[in-house]
């Protein structure tokens, strides 16, 4: 058992939990700058390619869907002190990601592989996030002492 110093959220944290953001900065960096390239991919590859809006517009409103999920994630875990509730959402991000990897693969097959790190990355926050709720729960309670 660890106790959070970082966040000051949860009384405990998963072991793997990086406190010193050592681990954790590189990470994000590599998956914005994957999420950065495919998108430049896709605008090269598969947009000059998509005819009209019949074949732009799915691919729009797929990451439309990702980068809502994607930002709802964080306040539900942090702001709202739901990590129950981010964790319900986690399916649905990932779910978006792999939407989006197969409607950018008829367009362009490496920016459609450049979304796996984002995949993975979600998958091992999905990891962390549940090891959290369980070594936390329950979530929502109010406590006696604040009424």
Request: without cysteine; proline residues 6%; charged residues 15%.
């Amino acid at each position: 058992m660890k106790l959070s110093v970082s966040t000051r959220i949860f009384v405990r944290e998963a072991s793997i939990h990086d406190g010193d953001r050592i681990l954790t900065l590189p990470i994000i960096v590599a998956v914005v700058i994957t999420l950065l390239r495919s998108w430049h991919r896709r605008l090269d590859d598969g947009w000059t390619h998509a005819s009209g809006n019949s074949q732009q517009l799915p691919i729009i409103t797929l990451f439309g869907i990702n980068i809502v999920l994607h930002m709802l994630w964080s306040p539900l875990f942090f702001n709202l002190k739901r990590p129950d509730w981010a964790l319900i959402e986690v399916p649905f991000l990932g779910l978006s990601i792999v939407a989006l990897m197969f409607g950018l693969a008829p367009f362009s097959a490496l920016a459609s592989w450049l979304l796996l790190p984002y995949l993975l990355w979600v998958a091992f926050a999905a990891f962390l996030n549940l090891a959290i709720v369980r070594m936390n729960r329950p979530f929502g309670r109010i406590e006696p002492s604040k009424i």
